[in-house]
T-cell receptor, first 112, second 113 residues
Framework: ELKVEQNPLFLSMQEGKNYTIYCNYS?????LYWYRQDPGKSLESLFV?????AVKQEGRLMASLDTKARLSTLHITAAVHDLSATYFC????????????FGKGTSLLVTP | DTAVSQTPKYLVTQMGNDKSIKCEQN?????MYWYKQDSKKFLKIMFS???????INETVPNRFSPKSPDKAHLNLHINSLELGDSAVYFC????????????FGPGTRLTVT
């Protein structure tokens, strides 16, 4: 069974600061995803990471993947209030029919 | 046009009732999923269908029965609703591009009283 651990689960940070969210997973995974969820809303895809060493950036968010360490990071640069949301990482493989196995999510609050 | 749609958005019902949630995607995808998000925001896969056939059935009570009349639709029927079924249910679909990215519907918030 694929297990996914995220930390921290809660993060309060000031605007302008940098921080990293970590995502560890238990067994070999074909793909790793990062999603954003705003309160009462659906999940929005942020990044899809397919191979070891993959790095993707969009605005103030950058995601990376180390398949050997089974670790992905989501780095936040110079946080702004609009980034406040819950961030989920998820992994998948062919054994699960490519269903997503999610971490518990990181609730991020960016304060002035 | 909405890519993945669900109806209803909110559903409030009493214990013991039977209810259905409908999902439709217009992306031309072959594979659709149902996920459950509990009150602690934890997301868990329930079912997966590929081209109208069930390919994953996680440890879900058999009171839950998915039905796929065609590959664009995946409905979820729930019998004898229990308090613990209260959650947000998300439908998702994915195509066959390399990323296997999934697209989520808006969710259905089910409240059982």
């Amino acid at each position: 069974e694929l297990k996914v651990e995220q930390n921290p689960l809660f993060l309060s940070m000031q605007e302008g600061k940098n921080y990293t969210i970590y995502c560890n997973y238990s067994t070999t995974s074909d793909r790793l995803y990062w999603y954003r969820q705003d309160p009462g809303k659906s999940l929005e895809s942020l990044f899809v990471l397919l191979s070891n060493g993959a790095v993707k950036q969009e605005g103030r968010l950058m995601a990376s993947l180390d398949t050997k360490a089974r670790l992905s990071t989501l780095h936040i640069t110079a946080a702004v209030h609009d980034l406040s949301a819950t961030y989920f990482c998820a992994v998948t493989n062919s054994n699960s029919g490519y269903a997503l196995n999610f971490g518990k999510g990181t609730s991020l609050l960016v304060t002035p | 046009d909405t890519a993945v749609s669900q109806t209803p958005k909110y559903l409030v019902t009493q214990m013991g009732n039977d209810k259905s949630i409908k999902c439709e995607q217009n992306l031309g995808h072959d594979t659709m999923y149902w996920y459950k998000q509990d009150s602690k925001k934890f997301l868990k896969i329930m079912f997966s269908y590929n081209n109208k056939e069930l390919i994953i059935n996680e440890t879900v009570p058999n009171r839950f029965s998915p039905k796929s009349p065609d590959k664009a639709h995946l409905n979820l029927h729930i019998n004898s609703l229990e308090l613990g079924d209260s959650a947000v249910y998300f439908c998702a679909s994915r195509g066959t591009t390399t990323s296997y990215e999934q697209y989520f519907g808006p969710g259905t918030r089910l409240t059982v009283t």
